[in-house]
């Protein structure tokens, strides 16, 4: 695709958590790229980036023609303010091309001893209207990353009331936090890892169980008993994707398209961020229409199940059976021969596992994982040898 023609499109703006996830959004076709240093990034458990790492980065994706912006978004306490400081200058001099901001004396620090360095307002600054986007321009950020509760007509409301010279970013592809744009304080609450510094302990990709009873006459809670619950991940939410209806996003006004996953693998950012690249570049040349080969790869690389989310007004965004990437199904077994360690399944579509895949069977209660030795076509269903 033409660099002329690109910037028609929204910029395709990509995870890179290590080095290698860094090397994989490059190549798949990503426009920029976020990633993070050793402190005050909110993901603090990615591989990340040391200082001469970090340059080299720049350094790299400059050459290949991408932006950089570093993430500087956790909540930053007093005494960390002469760090932050020289950790600003640092990624100056280094040439990131913007910073990713939460904390809000964080961002007037960075206005008064790197103004050249641009400032993008993090999705945990809530932002979620035309007022609030033109407030970010005039505290000198160019970019606000929009609340992911924002839905696709608040957005196009806000681009024709005018976000001053503010430019929106909007998450497509991804994880989900359960707490309103992100700003969760329960991990830090039950598990002493705050969120907002870095921490997340994902309390909310946990089982629980939910209780009921009543109060006495003094308000105090009594009778307490556990209530039975078809689920038992009450808190977890599925994964964004609004692959289908990127065409609408992209006539919206966006000027950036993000996918999350600083904590993914280089296999995973490879594959989802070349979906969105084809995708975007055959919207630009006016001949795309969704594939199912692409739908069955992105969930194939990690899914929760998938939800278009409040952007696309989806209310059910909630996936309570499991907190985990559910891979994509395959089939129904028939019948399963124990002496010979062999499954007949009926597959459900095009889909067919080989050697080496690993499988999960599901009953009611019960979960059993595998991995295939090796298939055989007969009688008209897949056997699968599983010892």
């Known amino acids: 695709m033409p660099p002329s023609a690109r910037r028609r499109l929204p ?19 990503a426009d920029a790229v976020y990633l993070g240093g050793r402190r005050f990034g909110a993901r603090k458990f ?16 400059h050459l290949q ?8 978004n956790t909540l930053v306490r007093g005494d960390e303010i002469p760090g932050l400081a020289e950790y600003l200058l640092s990624l100056y001099e280094m040439g990131a091309d913007a910073l990713l901001l939460q904390d809000l004396g964080a961002a007037f620090l960075a206005k008064s ?33 929009l609340a992911r509760e924002v839905g696709l007509e608040q957005i196009r409301s806000m681009v024709r009331g005018g976000t001053g010279n503010v430019g929106l970013e909007v998450f497509v592809h991804g994880a989900l936090c359960y707490s309103y744009s992100g700003q969760c304080l329960l991990s830090s609450a039950i598990g002493g890892r705050s969120g907002n510094r ?9 089982p629980y169980v939910l209780l009921s009873g009543q109060k006495d006459r003094y308000g105090r809670p009594t009778g307490f008993s556990a209530r ?13 994707c609004v692959y289908r209806h990127l065409k609408e996003i992209v006539r919206s006004g966006v000027v950036s398209l993000k996918i999350e996953g600083r904590m993914k693998s280089p296999e995973y950012v490879a594959i989802v961020t070349s979906i969105y690249r084809r995708a975007l570049d055959g919207i630009a040349r006016e001949d795309w229409s969704p594939s199912r080969e692409d739908e069955m790869a992105l969930a194939l690389a990690f899914n929760r199940s998938f939800t278009r989310g409040h952007l696309l007004g989806e209310k059910d965004v909630m996936g309570r059976e499991m907190s985990d990437n559910r891979g994509v199904l395959v089939g129904s077994v028939s019948s399963y021969d124990s002496r010979k360690g062999e499954a007949a399944v009926r597959l459900s579509g095009s889909l067919a596992p080989e ?12 979960e059993v994982g595998l991995v295939v030795q090796g298939t055989e076509v007969r009688d008209g269903l897949l056997r699968l040898k599983m010892k």
Not at 65 to 72: A, I, L, N
Not at 137 to 145: D, I
Not at 229 to 239: A, G, N, V
Request: one cysteine or more; a neutral charge.
């Open 11 to 29: 910029e395709l703006l990509a995870p890179a958590g290590s080095e290698q996830a860094l090397k994989a959004a490059v190549a798949a076709g």
């Open 46 to 61: 990615a591989s990340n980036f040391d200082l001469p790492d970090l340059a080299r980065a720049v350094d790299y994706a």
């Open 65 to 72: 023609g991408e932006r950089v912006f570093v993430t500087v």
């Open 113 to 145: 001893i790197v103004p050249e360095l641009e400032r993008h307002a993090s999705t945990q600054m809530t932002i979620h209207n035309g007022e609030g986007a033109r407030w970010a321009g005039r505290a000198g950020f160019s970019r606000v990353v």
């Open 198 to 206: 870095g921490m997340c302990a994902q309390p909310c990709r946990k």
């Open 228 to 240: 039975p619950m078809p689920e038992k991940f009450l808190l977890s939410t599925r994964d964004l």
């Open 355 to 366: 050697k080496g895949d690993g499988l999960v069977f599901q009953s009611p209660g019960q």
